[in-house]
C-alpha cells in the first residue's frame, strides 16, 4: 500500500515571502499522480497542482510550484509571495496511475500561517 | 465548472437514529464517488468508493451496514449513517469523478454532530 509523509505539523511564513511544504511517499508503482491539496478554514479542499510521475518537468501554477524528484519519492510544493490568504491546512496526495485504483491517498497535512 | 455539493451542511442528530448526506454533481456526470471522513486536525480518510448503478466498495475497517452507500444516478450519492453514536460524530466529505481515471472535485463537507 502506498503512504505519504508529511513531517512538518505546521510552518509559518511571512507575507510576500517563499515558503516550502515538504512531503515524502512510498511506492512500488512507476506510474502515478501526485497533489497538492489546500483546505481554508471554510474546509472545501481546493486542487493547488498535481505531478504525473512519467513528466519529468516540474508542475507550476503560479506562485504555486512543486519539486519532484521520483528516486527521492519527493514532493514539495513552494509557495512564492505568500498572501494571507494562503493561509490554509496543505495536503500532500498520491493516486494511482491504472483507472482501477484511482483513489486518492492523503499525508496528515501541514498546517501553514501567513504572518503579516 | 466541476461543481459538487452536499447537503446538509451541518447536522445534529440523536443517539440512535439515522441520517442522511446527499452530495451532488451539478455540472457534469459523476460515474465514481468517494466518500471520506476526516476527525479535527487529522486528514482525510476514505470510507468507500461507489460507482453509479453499482455496490459500493468500502475501504477496511468501515462498516458497510452502518455507513449506507447509494449512487443510483449519475449525479447523486447518498451516505446514511445508521444508528448514529456519539462517536460518528465527524466531517464527511464526498468527492465526484467522471471516472476512476478523471479528476475527483470535492464537496464542501457535512458536519455531523451525534447527540
Known amino acids: 500500500a502506498q503512504t505519504v509523509t508529511q513531517s512538518q505539523p505546521e510552518m509559518s511564513v511571512q507575507e510576500a515571502e517563499t515558503v516550502t511544504l515538504s512531503c515524502t511517499y512510498d511506492?512500488?508503482?512507476?506510474?502515478?499522480?501526485l497533489f497538492w491539496y489546500k483546505q481554508p478554514p471554510s474546509r472545501q479542499m481546493i486542487l493547488v497542482i498535481r505531478?504525473?510521475?512519467?513528466?519529468?518537468q516540474n508542475a507550476t501554477e503560479n506562485r504555486f510550484s512543486v519539486n519532484f524528484q521520483k528516486a527521492a519519492k519527493s514532493f514539495s510544493l513552494k509557495i512564492s509571495d505568500s498572501q494571507l490568504g494562503d493561509a490554509a491546512m496543505y495536503f500532500c496526495?498520491?493516486?494511482?496511475?491504472?483507472?482501477?485504483?484511482?483513489?486518492?491517498?492523503f499525508g496528515t497535512g501541514t498546517r501553514l500561517q501567513v504572518t503579516l | 465548472g466541476a461543481v459538487v455539493s452536499q447537503h446538509p451542511s451541518r447536522v445534529i442528530c440523536k443517539s440512535g437514529t439515522s441520517v442522511k448526506i446527499e452530495c451532488r454533481s451539478l455540472?457534469?456526470?459523476?460515474?465514481?464517488m468517494f466518500w471520506y471522513r476526516q476527525f479535527p486536525k487529522q486528514s482525510l480518510m476514505l470510507m468507500a468508493t461507489?460507482?453509479?448503478?453499482?455496490?459500493?466498495?468500502?475501504e477496511q475497517g468501515v462498516e458497510k451496514d452502518k455507513f449506507l452507500i447509494n449512487h443510483a444516478s449519475l449525479t447523486l450519492s447518498t451516505l446514511t449513517v445508521t444508528s448514529a453514536h456519539p462517536e460518528d460524530s465527524s466531517f464527511y466529505i464526498c468527492?465526484?469523478?467522471?471516472?476512476?481515471?478523471?479528476?475527483?472535485?470535492f464537496g464542501p463537507g457535512t458536519r455531523l454532530t451525534v447527540t
Open positions: 468527492s465526484a469523478s467522471r471516472g476512476l481515471a478523471y479528476e475527483q472535485y
Open positions: 511506492t512500488s508503482e512507476s506510474d502515478y499522480y
Open positions: 505531478q504525473e510521475a512519467y513528466k519529468q
Open positions: 496526495a498520491y493516486r494511482s496511475f491504472t483507472g482501477t485504483a484511482s483513489k486518492l491517498t
Open positions: 455540472d457534469f456526470q459523476a460515474t465514481t
Open positions: 461507489s460507482n453509479e448503478g453499482s455496490k459500493a466498495t468500502y
